[in-house]
Each structure stands twice: as C-alpha cells, then as structure tokens.
C-alpha cells in the first residue's frame, strides 16, 4: 500500500514537471480566441485532454507494442547519407515538435512585423481563430505532450503486479495533474496579459521545447544522418538552457531599466 501511494506521489511530480510546457502552450495558444472566451477555452480544453488521456493511457496500455515497433514501409534509407525506422511513437513527437517550432516562430515574425503594439493588442483581442479551433488545437497538443509522460508512468507502474490498481494509479495522477494545470492555466495567461514583455521568452521556450520534441522523435526513429545517431537532448538540458534565458532576460530587464533611467 504505501509502495503504491509513493508511486503515486511520483507520477504526480512527474506530471506536474513535464506539463511546464504545455501549460506554457495552453497559456499562449489561447490568447488566438475571442478575449471573452479564453477563460472557457482554457477550462474546456484542459477538461477535454485529461478525459482524453485517460482513453490515450488505456489505448497504450493495450497496444503499446504497436507505437513501438517500426514500420516496415518506414524503415530504411541511404546508405552514409540517412538511416531511419519510424514508428507510432516517433512520428507522433515529430509531428508535435515540428508544429511547436512553426507556432512559436510564426508567433516572433507576427511581433517583429509588427509597428504598432496597441494594434497587434487590438487584434489579440479580436481572436484570430474560433474559440473551437483554439479548443482543438490545445486538446491536440496536450496529448502529444502527455504521450511521453504516460509512456514514463507505464514505466515507473511496470513494478506492480496488479494491472488494475497500475491502471488506477495513473489515472489518478492525470486527474490530479489536470486538475493542477485548470489551477495554473489562468493564472499564467494573467500573468504574461500583464507583463507582455515575457511573450518573447515564452515563445521561445516553446521553440526550445519544438526542438526537443524534434530530437526525441528522431532519437526513437532511430534516425541517423551521415552516420550521426540524433541523440535527445536530456531533460536536465532543458531545464538548464529555460534557467539561462530566464536569468538572461531577467538581467537584460534591469539593465536596460537603468539605461533608461540615466537617459
């Protein structure tokens, strides 16, 4: 019993550590729909992926096999130039990765094209997508998100014998998770409305997630160029490279504030 509730506590933090950039996400795609609904948007969406990955944790739990095992019409390459063997699970992240990069720089062009703020404001607030699009979008990216991390809780639940309480515990932990991330979500939408100058750094914290998504997928594609294995970048690098930026931008603030004052 208390094996299983230290799982639990485990699974929790893990969630709660690997759902960093999805709320990060969840938090910017939002800002796309009509201001009045943003707030119902966020809470719809979360509500919706965590029913859904509770489905996503059942579906991998029966046919995990599946995702796993390369594709034989993916499999191959040219020899010294490119080697690869796809599957289920890689194309999933690659895909997620790839669509991350593209929302978070066409994100930066959007504010560097940009001459009036107060117009780029305006027009956030008009929505430039239908509450259901943005809805869809964060369901979506919240399940390529949580794909890792339920592959991780299988793992970490692989130890208990009994397949029903394994199955249990996670699905407490994604309830748990969400319900945390409905908590979080609002709160850091109000805090980047109120503070626009952190947009940047969280767009391109998004892009560096784009591109971890990206060398994981090609890590379990066994993706190899000119015969150099693509190797994931590891969690503690991430989370290393997000401290440097937000120090960075932190310093380049106050320093920039101090110039302004002597001006």
Same mark, same amino acid.
């Given at each position: ?40 948007? #966020? ?11 509770? =489905? ?20 191959? +390459? ?46 956030? #607030? ?12 964060? =369901? ?14 299988? +793992? ?43 947009? =940047? ?29 693509? =190797? ?32």
């Amino acid at each position: 019993m208390l094996e299983n509730i230290f799982t639990l506590f485990m699974l929790i933090m893990l969630q709660a550590v690997l759902g960093f950039d999805n709320l990060l996400y969840i938090s910017l795609e939002s800002k796309k729909a009509p201001e009045t609904d943003r707030k119902r948007v #966020r809470k719809v969406g979360i509500l919706i992926a965590i029913v859904l990955r509770i =489905v996503l944790l059942f579906l991998l739990v029966s046919i995990i096999g599946y995702f796993q095992k390369p594709f034989s019409f993916l499999t191959g +390459g040219i020899d010294d130039v490119i080697k690869f063997a796809f599957n289920g699970h890689s194309i999933i992240v690659l895909l997620g990765g790839g669509f991350i990069i593209y929302t978070a720089i066409k994100e930066i062009w959007h504010m560097i094209g940009t001459q009036n703020l107060e117009q780029s404001a305006a027009d956030l #607030r008009k929505g430039t997508k239908s509450s259901k699009a943005v809805i869809f979008s964060i =369901v979506l990216m919240n399940l390529v998100f949580s794909f890792d991390s339920i592959l991780a809780a299988i +793992g970490l639940t692989s130890a208990i014998e009994s397949t029903t309480t394994a199955f249990i515990i996670m699905t407490i932990a994604i309830v748990i998770s969400g319900l945390l991330m409905l908590f979080l979500a609002d709160r850091i939408s109000v805090f980047l409305a109120k503070n626009r100058m952190y947009e =940047v750094l969280g767009l391109f914290i998004l892009f560096i997630v784009g591109i971890m998504l990206l060398t994981e997928g090609g890590h379990l594609a066994h993706l190899k160029l000119f015969g150099n294995e693509i =190797v994931p970048m590891s969690k503690t690098t991430f989370y290393f490279v997000i401290a440097i930026l937000v120090i960075v931008d932190v310093v380049q603030g106050k320093y920039q504030k101090k110039l302004l004052d002597k001006k």
